[in-house]
């Protein structure tokens, strides 16, 4: 769970009580940058820069108190994206309290000089109820040197019956932006896209870069590895880079939807934009014994960084 720099004295890895006396793991980069992960979920609530800039955004509604799932951070969407399929909205994996791993198998990467933690999941015996399958699905949760924000999963079909499954994923990470109508993302430009509020019927988006200006849930195909939301106002760039996980979702509820949401503020969707790496048109599918391996990383940079790169196919091919 905890790699050679975890020590009592510096506390890089801290197991503690968040909202609610719900169990989080707080991970602490020598740099000052942070990320705090509640097991309630295996949900990120936080992750905050070098300067202690907050860089998700969670809701001040967010009820943190199962069954609801806390609202912002990064849910993880397992296994079944949105509600197309027999399970409830986004699956049961945000829903769940998660269990420190403390033994689990060797990560073929090297995470020498990192802090990180390990989650599993399991499923319980009224989990089998409403989706017959054994799995184990394991978290890592890793803050690089520079204040990067790395979460791996590793979603293994342990069924001993011989069955296969199929499930669709997504890391819904909800970024804090300073102004929703001074945003655009990078990356998505001329690719199909799959419309939520139109029965996901199937379009081609046009031109520039994406832009807000009312309710926007996208279902964006076959993406390419890295995105990049600007944030003009804060002068920041998000980079996501993924690697496994062909889909973009784009979801900014606006203000109806916010109001209908409880646990969301009315003007809070000013403030946010989730663009959710996933695995949604194709759903996933593994035999008993295989094993699915898929990786996002959060990176947040002066847009200055990017200056001259921001023809996004230039963002997308520098490394
Ligand atoms: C997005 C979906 O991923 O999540 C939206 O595309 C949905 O359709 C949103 O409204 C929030 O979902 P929930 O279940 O967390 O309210």
Request: a negative charge.
């Given at each position: 769970m905890i790699d050679e720099m975890s020590t009592t004295e510096n506390k890089s890895v801290e197991i503690t009580k968040g909202i609610n006396g719900l169990d989080k793991v707080v991970l602490r980069e020598i740099n000052g940058s942070t990320a705090e992960v509640y097991l309630y979920g295996g949900h990120v609530t936080s992750w905050k820069n070098e300067h202690g800039e907050e860089l998700l955004f969670v809701s001040s509604k967010s009820i943190f108190k199962p069954p609801k799932a806390i609202r912002g951070g990064i849910p993880i969407c397992f296994p079944q994206f949105s509600n197309m399929g027999p399970l409830e909205a986004h699956g049961f994996a945000r829903n769940r309290v998660w269990t420190?791993?403390?033994?689990p198998p060797p990560f073929p990467s090297n995470t020498t000089n990192r802090v990180f933690v390990d989650l599993l999941l399991k499923p319980t015996e009224d989990d089998l109820k409403i989706w017959p399958h054994s799995f184990e699905y394991r978290l890592r949760v890793t803050l690089g040197p520079g204040g990067d924000l790395m979460l791996t999963s590793r979603i293994r079909n342990t069924n001993t019956d011989g069955k296969p499954f199929s499930f669709t994923f997504a890391y819904h990470t909800y970024f804090s932006v300073s102004d929703i109508s001074e945003v655009r993302v990078e990356g998505l430009e001329t690719l199909d896209y799959l419309d939520n509020m139109k029965n996901r019927e199937r379009y081609t988006e046009q031109g520039d870069a994406i832009t807000f200006e009312s309710e926007v849930d996208r279902i964006y195909l076959s993406t390419p590895t890295k995105i990049a939301i600007l944030d003009h106002e804060k002068k920041r760039t998000f980079v996501i880079r993924k690697d496994g996980l062909p889909d973009a979702v784009v979801w900014n509820p606006w203000d109806k939807k916010a109001k209908a949401m409880?646990?969301?503020?009315?003007?809070e969707y000013k403030h946010m934009l989730c663009v959710e790496a996933a695995a949604i048109e194709k759903p996933v599918t593994l035999k008993p014994g295989e094993e699915w391996k898929v990786r996002q990383e959060l990176s947040a940079v002066p847009s200055s960084y990017c200056s001259g790169q921001l023809d996004p196919n230039k963002v997308l091919q520098s490394s």
């Open positions: 420190i791993d403390t033994d409880a646990d969301f503020g009315d003007d």
